[in-house]
């Protein structure tokens, strides 16, 4: 399986569709909204391809919306993270970001992951309501006399922080999401489910995105 990927989704069934889901969801209270003049999308990832998609796709719908994104390549150029940087490096980098008009960075990454074993039958049926026990022992009792098929999936933890660096202003978190993905289907269509998750939440908070 490809390295970890910077996408957020949860299982919702072991068919051909993946969906977001958002586990905490913060916005800073001294924030009413915020629009950006210049935001830069980074995803922190050694997957090149799909950290340019994720942030090539995001970056385009954002700029459908009326907001100025801009992609880290665009930014750093495919050298910058050859190596690990200093700190010092890492406070001019911020300086640079300043000097070339941007005030908002994105930053999107895994953190964790855990790996799940489930009956196929049994996980289809998770969202399934069933109104009676009657409906419930009826749809569900070949699991006592069937060899069900086992199905595993990585469960990704991830996480995306809106930044403010305006300039003379203090720096401050101005959005921070913890998520949770499993691909069940491909990584690019969990990337854009994920996308598009981002970019309701957003809107829905009056931050980025403003009527």
């Not at 996408?7 to 993946?18: A, M, N, P, Q, T």
């Not at 855990?114 to 022992?137: A, G, H, M, P």
């Amino acid at each position: 399986m490809k390295s970890l990927i910077f996408i957020v989704l949860v299982i919702i069934g072991l068919s051909s569709c993946s969906d977001a889901e958002l586990i905490e969801n913060w916005k800073n209270p001294e924030v009413e909204n915020f629009q950006a003049q210049k935001i830069l999308i980074l995803a922190i990832s050694n997957d090149v391809e799909n950290r340019q998609y994720f942030e090539n796709r995001l970056v385009e719908q954002l700029n459908m919306k009326g907001v100025n994104a801009w992609n880290s390549d665009h930014f750093f150029g495919d050298s910058f993270t050859k190596r690990p940087k200093t700190e010092q490096e890492i406070k001019n980098v911020e300086n640079r970001l300043l000097e070339n008009g941007y005030d908002a960075i994105l930053v999107s990454k895994v953190i964790g992951a855990e790996n799940k074993v489930t009956l196929i039958k049994s996980y289809r049926n998770f969202n399934k309501t069933f109104e009676t026990f009657n409906d419930d022992y009826y749809s569900n009792q070949d699991l006592y006399y069937s060899d069900e098929q086992l199905e595993s999936y990585t469960i990704y933890h991830a996480e995306s922080v809106l930044y403010g660096i305006c300039p003379g202003k203090e720096r401050q978190v101005i959005w921070k999401a913890s998520v949770n993905v499993t691909k069940l289907d491909s990584e690019k269509k969990a990337i854009r489910d994920y996308c598009k998750m981002v970019l309701k939440t957003l809107e829905q908070l009056d931050l980025l995105i403003l009527d």
